[in-house]
Every structure is written in C-alpha cells, then in structure tokens.
C-alpha cells in the first residue's frame, strides 16, 4: 500500500481526465506533482487541489513538442512514489488524409513524451520503498480506428511500452508495479463542441477512484493491464 504522504505525478493535469484525477487524490491527502504546457492553467488546478486537502502541490511545465521538455521537471522539490502519465492529445483525423506530421505529432505527444517522463522518474520512483506507474492508454491501444489512425498508432507505442516498461521492472524492480489501462470513451474535453450525450460517457471521477484503488494493494501484488468501456458500450463513430 502507498500511503498519502507520498507524492503523486500526473501529466496533462490542466484539464479533462487529469485534473479529475488531480482533485481525487487531493481528497486524500497525497502531495502532487502536477505538469501540463501551461504553468498558467496549472495555477488553477493548483488552488483547487489545496483547496481540496492535497498536503502540497507543485506545478512545473512540461512540453513534449519542447526542445528540452522535461528541464521544469529535473527542478522538483518531491520524489513521487505515483507516476500518472495522462498527458496526450486526440487527432480526429481520417488515414487518407493523415500526414507525416500528423503521426510524428501524435507520437511525440502520446507515445514518446511518456517514455521521457517515466525514463526520467524510473530512478526515483525504484528508491522508493513501493511505487506504482500508470499509463493511461486507450481502447485505441489495441483497436485501430480509420478516422483516428495516427492516434491509434501512438496508443498502441504507448501500450507497447507499457508492456515492455512491466517486462523491466519485473526483473529489476518488482516493487514498482506498471498497470496499462485501456480507457474507453471519457468525458473530456476532446469532446467540446462534440454532439455527443455526456451521460454515455466514462465518468473521469470513476477512473481517478480506480486508480486510487491500485495505490491501495500491497507490494506482492500488480495489476498489469485493465479495460474500462462506457456501461453502455463504445459510441457510434
């Protein structure tokens, strides 16, 4: 069990998915790391997590399209027991019409942005009597969609090395536990604009409440790999 005075870093925490997962953990207590491109959008999510009980909160810019993205986070003051790697972005996007920016975009976004960070916190988080990474990958990992090819080929990099990253530790640090979560469609804000009834989406509270829930076993026990989907099952595209 990772108790809360051990800090918590989630990428993407400005908005959507990562700042739910943010006030989650606040709740509890947990000192965050919190990054995202924007320091500015951060500072808000920063007050709001204070404001929710979280013990300290560091904000630190971290820009995957950057020459040097993680220079902020060579900076902080915590060493996380919790990496969340959220950050990622969505391109809609037929695969007749996709282009080689397009897949270098969404590869640098989604697949390598997570590699640096975890690479960069590997050392940190094996010191650490047990800690856990969680990647949050996407049904996309495993399923290709025609209408969002060059993200369904960074999602499935990104399982890949969530796969190969578990194969490691396995091996050289079974006490840091790697679980890869297959997310289905989520209230986000990719959807805005979108004409879509929330009410068929995954609630972003009930995915930060089960990641909670992972901090909570013991350090024989690892949940490599889950698939959470929409009640309902996956929206027409």
């Not at 560091?58 to 003051?77: H, K, W």
């Not at 047990?130 to 025609?146: D, E, P, R």
């Amino acid at each position: 069990m990772i108790n809360s005075t051990n800090a918590v870093c989630i990428t993407g925490a400005s908005r959507g998915i990562g700042r739910t997962i943010a006030h989650a953990f606040s709740t509890k207590g947990f000192p965050l790391i919190l990054t995202a491109r924007s320091v500015d959008q951060l500072s808000k999510v920063k007050e709001e997590c204070l404001e929710a009980g979280a013990s300290q909160v560091e904000i630190i810019e971290v820009d995957f399209l950057a020459d040097n993205p993680l220079r902020e986070l060579e900076q902080t003051q915590s060493e996380p027991s919790i990496l969340i790697n959220n950050a990622g972005d969505f391109l809609f996007k037929d695969l007749q019409d996709s282009t080689d920016h397009d897949y270098l975009h969404q590869f640098s976004v989604n697949a390598l942005g997570t590699i640096r960070v975890t690479d960069h916190l590997l050392p940190v988080l094996s010191r650490q009597k047990q800690s856990l990474i969680v990647n949050i990958c996407s049904k996309a990992s495993v399923v290709g969609y025609a209408d969002a090819s060059a993200y369904s080929v960074s999602k499935h990099a990104l399982y890949g090395y969530g796969k190969a990253l578990r194969a490691h530790l396995l091996h050289f640090a079974p006490h840091v536990a790697c679980t890869n979560i297959l997310l289905g469609q989520t209230l986000s804000s990719s959807w805005d604009g979108l004409d879509v009834d929330h009410e068929l989406l995954i609630d972003p509270v009930d995915l930060a409440e089960v990641i909670i829930a992972l901090t909570r076993l013991g350090a024989r026990t690892v949940v490599e790999e889950m698939t959470i989907m929409p009640s309902k099952g996956e929206l027409p595209r």
